[in-house]
């Protein structure tokens, strides 16, 4: 069983469109982190949270620690938001990382 | 803005060679990683490396594989004799405080191809 699951692994939308990814774990965790790599295979971290919510820009982040479970969410989503989005846990210093989801926006 | 850079960003190479790859990480940060990603694949951690030493390693981390950190501002991954399935996208990343407490920053990569 993975360590990290995410759901769904594609998911296409229309731009304007609020768009949900969703990540649940299994290990006991000490931050989650979401990053996001680009068709050319560059990696960007989004947020590192342990509790609770965080926002940036037209992203938001969520965690519930009881229930293992993560979301990130885009508002007003856009073509240049395509790209796969990947959630991952740590509980060393090691990240365990999901499978990643490919978003595609369309205009 | 700071990055980590990382070269060569693409490296061929025969079965049973050596290769290096280099990084140099963000210069205040205390904390360095590699990972990689087989094509298809997720990625996966190789090493952390902090004090200059070696912190965490997975099991792919095995005696064919080593790091250094030889003056301060790079960070290198050697394979000694590579093996087919070393094929893969390597990622170096650096942080100041260790990923249990902020993001990490990630290189562009190294397409390492073993033919």
Not at chain 2, 36 to 62: A, H, M, P
Not at chain 2, 81 to 88: F, I, M, P, R, V
Request: proline fraction near 4%; hydrophobic fraction near 35%.
């Amino acid at each position: 069983k993975n360590e990290v699951e995410q759901s769904p692994q594609n998911l296409t939308a229309q731009e304007g469109e609020f768009i949900t990814i969703n990540c649940s774990y299994s290990v006991g965790i000490s931050a989650l982190h979401w990053l996001q790599q680009h068709p050319g295979g560059g990696i960007v971290s989004l947020f590192m949270l342990s509790s609770g919510k965080k926002k940036h820009g037209r992203l938001i982040a969520t965690i519930n620690i009881q229930e293992k479970h993560s979301s990130l969410h885009i508002t007003a989503s856009h073509p240049r938001d395509s790209a796969v989005y990947i959630c991952a846990a740590t509980n060393t210093d090691k990240l365990i990382f999901g499978t990643g989801t490919r978003l595609q926006v369309f205009p | 803005e700071p990055e980590v850079t990382q070269t060569p960003s693409h490296q061929v190479t025969q079965m049973g060679q050596e290769v290096i790859l280099r990084c140099v990480p963000i210069s205040n940060h205390l904390y360095f990683y590699w990972y990689r990603q087989i094509l298809g694949q997720k990625v996966e951690f190789l090493v952390s490396f902090y004090n200059n030493e070696i912190s965490e390693k997975s099991e792919i981390f095995d005696d064919q594989f080593s790091v250094e950190r030889p003056d301060g501002s790079n960070f290198t991954l050697k394979i000694r004799s590579t093996k087919l399935e070393d094929s893969a996208m390597y990622f170096c990343a650096s942080s100041e405080q260790g990923s249990r407490d902020e993001k990490l920053f990630f290189g562009s990569g190294t397409q390492l191809s073993v033919l």
